[in-house]
């Protein structure tokens, strides 16, 4: 019996179109890395989370690289 825990292609045909507009968005813009698209994740999820600050990186790598120096 194969169980099937993750479905992500029905996941993502439910924001295909949201999706496809949001990185036609950033290709319009040109804003590969930076710029007012990753403010606005910034901000929307550091109020999402109820922190003052967040940091949008660029890997998971980069992410506990971070949380690691903020540690100490």
């Known amino acids: 019996m194969k169980v099937q825990f993750l479905d992500l ?3 993502y045909e439910s924001i295909k179109e ?3 507009e ?6 319009d ?6 710029g007012p698209f990753v403010a606005k994740f910034e901000q929307e999820f550091s109020a999402y989370c109820g922190t003052n600050f967040c940091a949008g990186v660029g890997s998971g790598t980069d992410a506990l690289w971070m949380a690691l120096l903020a540690l100490g």
């Not at 813009?29 to 930076?34: D, L, N, Y």
Request: net charge positive; glycine share 6%; aromatic share 6%.
């Open 9 to 11: 292609k029905t996941q």
């Open 18 to 20: 949201e999706i496809s």
């Open 22 to 27: 949001a990185i036609q968005q950033v290709l």
């Open 29 to 34: 813009k040109t804003a590969f890395a930076g």
